[in-house]
């Protein structure tokens, strides 16, 4: 498995889950940045409120990178409001996802991954969605089992 890991992390939580994944596929690191900082938790959740309203978001300032060398895309965010953030789902669909395994894993408060996989399918066209991991202060997940499960 050659894999990228796209991610978007807010307050660092999914970062670590991102690092996590490179030190067990040896996979490459793409850190998506907004332009402007969401700011902490409460603020995030605003401003978030405000791009499902506006149907603006933040900009990325990161380059969209050449996947072609990968099979594997994983792709981390925390959930917001039941999705994955807007900024990450306008940056997968600048990148050429085209027959590649995405791999979805997600940090919540509370929330499970299974609503915002059903928006990455739509984001993901084109692409093998599988193994959805998510993880929250609720209901801590699985990792190992869940990479060795992915590494088959």
Known sequence: MKAAIIYFSNSGITEKLAKRIKKDTD??????????????????????IGEKITGKTRDFVN????????????VGYP?????APV????FLKKCDLRGKRVIPFATAGASGIKSSVEGLKVVCSGTQVKYPFG???????DYRSWMEKVKQ
Request: aromatic share 12%.
């Open 79 to 83: 959930i917001w409001g039941g999705k």
């Open 63 to 74: 380059d969209i990178p050449d996947l072609s060398e990968y099979d594997t895309v994983f």
């Open 87 to 90: 900024i990450l789902q306008n």
């Open 135 to 141: 993880t929250s202060k609720k209901n801590k997940g």
């Open 27 to 48: 996979g490459e690191l793409i850190r998506v940045i907004p332009d402007k900082e969401y700011g902490g938790y409460f603020i995030s959740i605003v401003k978030m």
